[in-house]
């Protein structure tokens, strides 16, 4: 295999590599959010996430991640730094409690969560609807929920 990696151009990987690169960011909510930075919010796509939690907090939320990224990234840069890389990762769990403090847990929820965008959906739906089966009490909305979460079982 290595002779024939061997004859293919270097720029023609590099080329393949940013393309697969490129098309994987479609999709992440953390570039999705990123973009939101530079978007008038009229423009502003209806991702759930922006239905559930106000933008300005979904901006800070963002920002704090932009943060610990580049740091991490300044960090594993330098070769004097490069050894406080792994200490920084566990420094990052505290950092992630700390957000407890500034955010809620259904914002946490919304904007961290690490399951896939599809069961991010779901579990979002079925949230929903308890919660609008608490507010109003209504009895055909307990009934739809627990049919829901039979079906899944």
């Given at each position: 295999?290595?002779?024939?990696?061997?004859?293919?151009?270097?720029?023609v990987?590099?080329?393949?590599f940013?393309?697969m690169?490129i098309?994987?960011?479609d999709?992440?909510?953390?570039?999705?959010?990123?973009?939101?930075?530079?978007?008038?919010?009229?423009?502003?796509?209806d991702?759930?996430?922006?239905?559930?939690?106000?933008?300005?907090?979904?901006?800070l939320?963002?920002?704090i991640q932009?943060g610990?990224f580049?740091i991490?990234w300044?960090?594993?840069?330098?070769?004097?730094?490069?050894?406080?890389?792994?200490?920084?990762?566990?420094?990052?769990?505290?950092?992630?409690?700390?957000?407890?403090?500034?955010?809620?847990?259904?914002?946490?929820?919304?904007l961290?969560?690490?399951?896939?965008?599809?069961?991010?959906?779901e579990?979002l739906?079925q949230?929903?609807?308890?919660?609008?089966?608490?507010?109003c009490?209504?009895?055909?909305?307990?009934v739809l929920?627990?049919?829901?979460?039979l079906?899944m079982?």
């Amino acid at each position: 295999m290595a002779p024939l990696l061997s004859k293919i151009p270097m720029p023609v990987l590099y080329g393949v590599f940013l393309y697969m690169g490129i098309n994987s960011l479609d999709g992440l909510q953390m570039f999705d959010r990123l973009l939101l930075f530079f978007m008038p919010k009229k423009y502003q796509p209806d991702h759930p996430y922006l239905r559930q939690v106000p933008t300005h907090r979904v901006h800070l939320f963002t920002a704090i991640q932009v943060g610990c990224f580049i740091i991490l990234w300044l960090i594993q840069s330098f070769k004097q730094t490069s050894i406080l890389f792994p200490i920084m990762l566990v420094l990052l769990i505290g950092i992630r409690k700390l957000l407890d403090r500034v955010f809620s847990n259904f914002e946490l929820k919304v904007l961290g969560d690490i399951l896939p965008q599809s069961k991010r959906q779901e579990r979002l739906d079925q949230e929903e609807i308890r919660r609008k089966s608490i507010d109003c009490g209504n009895m055909e909305i307990i009934v739809l929920w627990m049919r829901r979460i039979l079906m899944m079982k």
